[in-house]
């Protein structure tokens, strides 16, 4: 059974702390991962890695791939208040309809 | 900027009642998706549509139903409301094999 697996569930941090949210998988016919950042509402975009090795950046977050040993991981250097948040990560596997495996979400909250 | 709705923000209904979402999307998405989102549980699947009348069911299709007429419009049909339905309900959508765009998500309570 295809499943996706984040760590830590929750984390608490003061400003200016650097985090790294971590993401493992187990999923057939690997396709891409994808970050996820949500606050009070919709989940919002943040990255799709598809290539292992290649990190991906904007602004003090930055994420990496490893299709070997099958994990992501998601880094937040320089923490803000407003980076609190449940930040997800989801995997897209088998079959061809773009369908979703997602973890079960890390909250980070930032204190000032 | 892609854009997805949902009809409402917050509903509450009463046990056995029949409650439709509706979603749209503006970006003549083929796919699109319905989740429920629990404390501890994360996102789960509940059905998704690849294609105007195509549906497949997800992880969790019990005690729902689902419909797409036409391609921005996908929703999502509780035929007989439970408490244990009362959850955040989100909506995404997406082209063939990419990102999904979630809409800003509806809180259902079931009395």
């Known amino acids: 059974e295809d499943k996706v697996v984040q760590s830590p569930l929750s984390l608490v941090v003061h400003e200016g702390d650097t985090v790294t949210l971590n993401c493992s998988y187990e999923v057939t016919n690997f396709r891409s991962l994808l970050w996820y950042k949500q606050e009070k509402k919709a989940p919002t975009f943040l990255f799709m890695l598809t290539s292992s090795g290649i990190e991906k950046k904007s602004g003090r977050l930055s994420s990496i791939l490893d299709k070997k040993e099958l994990f992501s991981i998601l880094n937040i250097t320089a923490t803000q208040t407003g980076d609190s948040a449940i930040y997800l990560c989801a995997v897209v596997g088998s079959g061809n309809t773009g369908k979703l495996i997602f973890g079960q979400g890390t909250t980070l909250q930032v204190k000032p | 900027d892609v854009k997805v709705t949902q009809s409402s923000r917050y509903l509450v209904k009463r046990t056995g009642e029949k409650v439709f979402l509706e979603c749209v999307q503006d970006m003549d998405h083929e796919n699109m998706f319905w989740y429920r989102q629990d404390p501890g549980l994360g996102l789960r699947l509940i059905y998704f549509?690849?294609?105007?009348?195509?549906?497949e069911k997800g992880d969790i299709p019990e005690g729902y139903s689902v419909s797409r007429e036409k391609k921005e419009r996908f929703s999502l049909i509780l035929e007989s409301a439970s408490t244990n339905q009362t959850s955040m309900y989100l909506c995404a959508s997406s082209l063939f094999l990419g990102t999904q765009y979630f809409g800003p998500g509806t809180r259902l309570l079931v009395l």
């Open positions: 549509s690849y294609d105007v009348k195509m549906k």
